[in-house]
């Protein structure tokens, strides 16, 4: 409320940032990703007695251990920008990724409808160690009408995350000290994934008594990845 007598004006103010991540975290689902509250926090110093403090939370984790911000701004042309700037839009995600000891990390932002705009760019972080950080734009549409922005927005959720997608094509998993990445794999919509190894070459089934042709090693590689 603003003002008194006669002349009150009344007045609501929203978090349109929050309201953004909130937003992307029913869409994210989709492609794998968990949006993370205060209780999914995690602890970024231990002290000299062992005890884990700082809470820290990125907005989403991919179930691959990917980390992923919101970020409710265009970052179309923005290749190079001043420190500070790039403080408050990179620093954060890639401090999320090293805390985790992930290679990938995400940010997902409003992507203009300008065609001549890249919606996807990655980036080789320059620490030696084949990390990356991919940003990837959701189109915003423009409608005349609210049903067709809602009909237009089905259809820009769907191409974002086939967009997502194709960056985790190749997903890779670290258990117990042991490595590998999957070529394909395919979320059910009950929730469990089925692992796709692709090869080029088989076995001759005039060497081996396989009638599927399919080589021991290659048999040996998906079962160590499942």
């Known amino acids: ?128 160690k084949d990390c990356f950080l991919h940003k990837i734009g959701m189109n915003i549409p423009h409608a005349d009408d609210y049903t067709a922005f809602c009909s237009s927005m089905i259809a820009s959720e769907q191409e974002y995350t086939n967009e997502i997608a194709k960056v985790l094509a190749e997903a890779s998993f670290r258990y117990d000290g042991c490595f590998c990445s999957v070529d394909i794999l395919v979320r059910n919509d009950d929730g469990t994934y089925d692992m796709y190894e692709v090869k080029s070459s088989r076995q001759k089934e005039s060497k081996k008594k396989n009638p599927k042709g399919v080589k021991d090693k290659h048999v040996m590689d998906a079962s160590y990845q499942r």
């Not at 949006?35 to 005890?51: P, R, S």
């Not at 620093?91 to 996807?120: C, N, Q, R, W």
């Open 1 to 128: 409320e603003i003002g008194f007598g006669n002349s009150n004006i009344y007045g609501l103010l929203f978090d349109a940032a929050w309201l953004w991540e909130e937003y992307l975290a029913v869409v994210l689902k989709d492609v794998g990703f968990k949006h993370h509250t205060k209780k999914d926090a995690y602890k970024l110093f231990v002290n000299h007695e062992g005890e884990q403090f700082q809470k820290v939370i990125p907005d989403y984790v991919h179930f691959n251990n990917y980390i992923a911000d919101a970020k409710y701004i265009p970052l179309d042309h923005y290749e190079k920008m001043n420190a500070d700037k790039a403080a408050a839009v990179y620093y954060k995600t890639i401090m999320y990724m090293y805390l985790k000891a992930t290679a990938h990390g995400f940010l997902f932002y409003p992507h203009k409808s300008a065609p001549e705009d890249k919606k996807v760019n990655s980036y080789l972080i320059n620490n030696g």
